[in-house]
């Protein structure tokens, strides 16, 4: 048996020649993947870069795209491969063949919405970059809003589109045809649409916007992101919250960035041996430092309040100004501090909870 007739074999149907150039249209498409990813990368960037030069790098748009342009081209090479194969059914238009070919096709609208999201994500970027040149953060919130709205969309097309033209369904008829299946499914998404219009309320009417530190619903922290369902907060403790916009418009909400002072209030301790005289001096030296202090107002109240179980009571509240938590904790820490040596400079000392019983004996 010569060469010609190996590759004039028949095996599973297909001839040895149509296995072989299967197999190297597949490899083709594997090996260059990454070289024609990146021609239609700097094709692509050189387009943006005539719109808005010099914001960002060719490695910026290259590290967004190349998975889903590498998986792109790879399955079009194997798209043209299976195209030089003759599977079951492929006379009929059904079978295997219809199997696989609805299948590359659904992995090919996938590949191509991948890349148009990481395309928007890129657009995002760069108008992202533009906005850091104005110190309004508004512009950052409508981009990031505008970008959600077009992933959406896009979300949106591509399903759509498999339905309509991979599966040949007539889609004016499906909308026409959902009556009260259709009235169902809005009843089941009525949480959903709620969220989202929340979302355009918070868009228009602005109670926050990224960068904000809010507090709503026992739960404080600096808002990351502002999605249509949802919106994202980092608390405190670095925990990444999800919390639905309706939630958001609904509960009351305290947005601590726009305040122009931060609140301190707590209580000193004393022993109940310090004298009337060491506790007046005590309050007085206390509402002096606070007074005069550069990072707070006048507004500072020292008193005396209470008789506690096992302490005198001294009540402290000033207000910082700033609405920097690291700034506020700062000064905090230096009044206490002082609080501390001014305390000690009295002869005074600071109670701890305590007992006292008494023993009475009987003669």
């Known amino acids: 048996m010569d060469f010609q007739e190996t590759l004039s074999f028949i095996f599973w149907g297909n001839t040895i020649e149509n296995y072989l150039w299967f197999t190297g249209i597949v490899l083709l498409a594997i090996l260059f993947k990454r070289l024609l990813s990146k021609r239609l990368g700097k094709l692509l960037f050189g387009l943006f870069k ?14 967004l795209m190349i998975k889903p342009m590498e998986l792109l081209i790879v399955l079009i090479g194997l798209s043209f491969a299976v195209g030089v194969l003759d599977l079951p059914g492929s006379e009929e238009g059904a079978g295997i063949s219809r199997m696989i070919d609805v299948a590359l096709q659904i992995s090919i609208v996938v590949a191509v919405t991948w890349s148009m999201l990481r395309l928007m994500d890129f657009l995002g970027l760069i108008l992202l970059k533009q906005a850091e040149k104005t110190a309004s953060k508004t512009d950052d919130q409508i981009i990031l809003f505008v970008k959600e709205a077009g992933k959406i969309f896009v979300y949106i097309f591509s399903f759509l589109f498999i339905l309509g033209a991979v599966f040949k369904l007539n889609i004016g008829a499906m909308v026409a045809g959902l009556g009260i299946g259709g009235l169902a499914i809005a009843l089941a998404a009525q949480d959903t649409l709620e ?8 868009f228009f009417d602005k109670p926050f916007i990224v960068g904000d530190y809010i507090k709503v619903s026992g739960v404080s922290g600096v808002v990351e992101k502002i999605g249509f369902r949802s919106s994202r907060i980092r608390t405190l403790e670095k925990s990444y919250l999800t919390i639905p916009n309706k939630m958001l418009i609904s509960d009351v909400l305290d947005n601590m960035s726009l305040r122009t002072f931060r609140r301190a209030k707590f209580h000193v301790g004393l022993v109940y041996e310090t004298s009337i005289e060491q506790v007046k001096a005590i309050v007085n030296d206390i509402q002096a430092f606070v007074d005069e202090h550069e990072n707070t107002n006048q507004d500072g109240l020292i008193r005396f309040e209470e008789f506690g179980d096992s302490s005198l009571n001294v009540m402290v509240l000033f207000y910082v100004d700033t609405t920097e938590y690291n700034i506020y904790l700062a000064v905090v820490e230096e009044i206490n501090f002082k609080i501390m040596e001014i305390v000690k400079k009295h002869g005074s000392d600071f109670a701890f909870p305590s007992t006292t019983v008494y023993l009475q004996k009987e003669n």
């Not at 719109?51 to 910026?60: A, N, Q, R, S, T």
């Not at 969220?195 to 918070?202: H, L, P, R, T």
Request: aromatic share 14%; glycine share 4%; proline share 5%.
């Open 50 to 63: 005539r719109v808005k030069p010099g914001l960002l790098e060719f490695d910026d748009l290259f590290n």
């Open 195 to 202: 969220n989202v219009i929340a979302s355009f309320i918070i």
